[in-house]
């Protein structure tokens, strides 16, 4: 069994295009647990196993190629599906005084903290993962309105490449369908009657 150990190139750039027009090309799709390791057991479309083994920090992204067999005519290609990211764009902020700054972000963290969303802060955007109905989300962010904050939907695989490995794990390690937002919360056990017996006094 080949293990892969490196990342060949990405199916989207050019190049790599016009190489795969007349392969076959296999594909391995990974949810975004399995696309924050850099080593896995990736299983393809066609029923096929291999074990991936990159150097640390590594991640796949969307489209990489992970084996390219031209002999054979054959390639791997790798197909991620992770949640949307609300972006909030604080760059309207920049013309207001600081006072207002640190205001506006005060009841923004307030917000995003109240509803236990992990974020991440990349210069003046911040990263919310989909944790729970997009129709919330904008709930609570149009409920608060916030002057001069600008956000939006967008897709997972467009936000990784402005992202370092562990931020990545942040935004995507605990959203989806695992989350503690998901999940239903479990039965509470039923409670027995407790019965005191008192003991009988003779006079």
């Given at each position: 069994m080949v293990v892969i150990e490196e990342i060949i190139g990405n199916s989207r750039s050019p190049e790599w295009k016009k190489?795969?027009?007349?392969?076959?090309?296999?594909?391995?799709?990974?949810d975004q647990w399995t696309a924050q390791k850099s080593r896995f057991l990736a299983r393809s479309e066609h029923g096929e196993e291999y074990p991936v083994a990159l150097k640390r920090h590594?991640?796949?992204?969307?489209?990489d190629i992970l084996l390219y067999r031209p002999d054979e005519g054959k390639a791997l290609v790798v197909s991620l599906s992770l949640s949307p990211v609300l972006v909030m764009n604080l760059s309207a902020l920049k013309k207001k005084g600081v006072e207002e700054v640190i205001r506006v972000a005060?009841?923004?963290?307030?917000a995003i903290g109240n509803q236990h969303w992990p974020a991440v802060v990349k210069g003046m955007n911040i990263y919310v993962p989909l944790t729970v109905d997009k129709k919330v989300m904008l709930s609570v962010m149009q409920t608060h309105h916030l002057e001069g904050v600008e956000y939006d939907f967008h897709q997972g695989s467009e936000i990784i490449p402005y992202l370092a490995p562990?931020?990545?794990?942040?935004?995507?390690?605990?959203?989806?369908?695992?989350?503690?937002?998901?999940?239903?919360?479990?039965?509470?056990?039923?409670?027995?009657?407790?019965?005191?017996?008192?003991?009988h006094h003779h006079l």
């Open positions: 190489r795969l027009e007349n392969m076959e090309v296999d594909v391995v799709r990974l590594v991640q796949v992204a969307d489209g005060a009841e923004l963290g307030h562990h931020e990545v794990r942040r935004l995507f390690g605990g959203a989806g369908r695992e989350s503690h937002s998901h999940a239903p919360s479990a039965p509470e056990p039923k409670r027995q009657p407790v019965r005191v017996r008192y003991p």
